[in-house]
């Protein structure tokens, strides 16, 4: 493991937010979803995709709080802008869990 400064960390702003809108993207390489997440009006509304097919659904992912890598630059995805980058962990068999606040916070709430 290497280490990092404290101003390297500071670099990274991460966020909660809330999934507005959710849809299959089949164009993708493999198995994805299409996010919408809101962010507060400070960040706003950003787009993302997400490898999150084996444990969601789109429909069951609508108004789930997430964290997220909110100042990255954006990136093309099978010609979809990708924006953010929702955090998560695999599970025992790789595959993506999505890491979340445990209580209510603000969207927009920065990590510390």
Not at 38 to 48: A, L, V, W, Y
Not at 76 to 102: H, Q, T, W, Y
């Amino acid at each position: 493991m290497s280490h990092i400064s404290w101003e390297d960390f500071e670099k990274v702003d991460v966020r909660v937010g809330e999934i507005l809108e959710a849809e299959p993207f089949p164009e993708a390489r493999k198995p994805a979803v299409k996010l919408l997440v809101g962010f507060g009006p400070e960040i706003g509304e950003k787009r993302t995709s997400a490898q999150l097919t084996a444990h969601y659904d789109p429909e069951g992912l609508v108004g789930r709080r997430v964290v997220a890598v909110v100042n990255f630059p954006p990136k093309r995805i099978a010609g979809f802008k990708s924006e953010v980058l929702v955090l998560g962990v695999p599970d025992e068999n790789g595959e993506v869990v999505l890491l979340a606040p445990d209580r209510g916070v603000p969207l927009g709430g920065r990590m510390f």
